[in-house]
């Protein structure tokens, strides 16, 4: 059983910055995969970063790509997900989650095994 922690969300102006951290309980962290996403309001949950088991490759959101980055602590048991020049579309729940049998660089929902609760994300024009 792997328990996920988001924090670090908030309320901030368009052009902010934001750093998101995701603690994950247990002793094997080192040998998931890890992922970001988000869903706002009304719409499907999106694929927004992925990092590998020992942090040496990451994937990104054409969305995102360029203004956020993903990084990894294993020692911390730790994620985080560094959000540069937010924008307002940018505004939506943001959940970690842990894919612990990596094939590939999935950006796939459902490859995912656990999940954070979430942390809200608001971005003001």
């Known amino acids: 059983q792997v328990q996920l922690v988001e924090s670090g969300g908030g309320l901030v102006q368009a052009g902010g910055s934001l750093r998101l951290s995701c603690a994950a309980s247990?002793?094997?962290?080192?040998?998931?995969?890890m992922g970001w996403f988000r869903q706002a309001p009304g719409k499907e949950r999106e694929f927004v970063a992925y990092?590998?088991?020992?942090?040496?490759?990451?994937r990104y959101a054409d969305s995102v790509k360029g203004r956020f980055t993903i990084s990894r602590d294993n020692v911390k048991n730790t994620v985080y997900l560094e959000m540069n020049s937010l924008k307002p579309e940018d505004t939506a729940a943001y959940y970690c989650?842990?894919?612990?049998?990596?094939?590939?660089?999935?950006?796939?929902?459902?490859?995912?095994?656990?999940w954070g609760q979430g942390t809200q994300v608001t971005v003001s024009s």
């Open positions: 247990g002793r094997s962290f080192s040998s998931y995969a």
């Open positions: 989650a842990a894919d612990t049998n990596p094939v590939g660089s999935t950006t796939h929902v459902d490859d995912y095994d656990y």
């Open positions: 990092i590998s088991r020992g942090g040496g490759y990451t």
